[in-house]
């Protein structure tokens, strides 16, 4: 399983940013599929994901900001991120794993990471 993330870069607060993960050797749409972002300091953290069914799950930073979604014919899943505030900057990861929930930051397989910076 390799997951390539790509996408990040530097914007102005209020600006917004898509990351993309590409997934070979697993089928988007048969495992969670998640982004995790490390802050310099922070622990790092689920961001959002999608179950297999489809389902999402958002962390309350991303709620209203971020959509997950997914193109299972191009085995890519995407983040868009809108309103982007300095406390989002971070490294942001593609993860996978088969068990539940998306929320535990415990995953089997990483992308590597793409570096999102938000300027004030």
């Known amino acids: 399983v390799q997951l390539q993330a790509s996408g990040g870069g530097s914007v102005q607060a209020g600006g917004s940013l898509r990351l993309s993960c590409a997934a070979s050797g697993r089928s988007v749409n048969t495992y969670i599929m998640a982004w995790l972002r490390q802050a310099p300091g922070k622990e790092r953290e689920v961001v959002a994901g999608?179950?297999?069914?489809?389902?999402?799950y958002y962390a309350d930073s991303a709620k209203g900001r971020f959509t997950v979604s997914r193109d299972v014919s191009k085995a890519a899943v995407y983040l868009q991120m809108n309103d982007l505030k300095p406390e989002d900057t971070a490294v942001y990861y593609c993860a996978s794993k088969g068990v539940p929930p998306v929320s535990n930051p415990r995953y089997d397989y990483w992308g590597q990471g793409t570096l999102v910076t938000v300027s004030s």
């Open positions: 999608m179950y297999a069914r489809g389902d999402e």
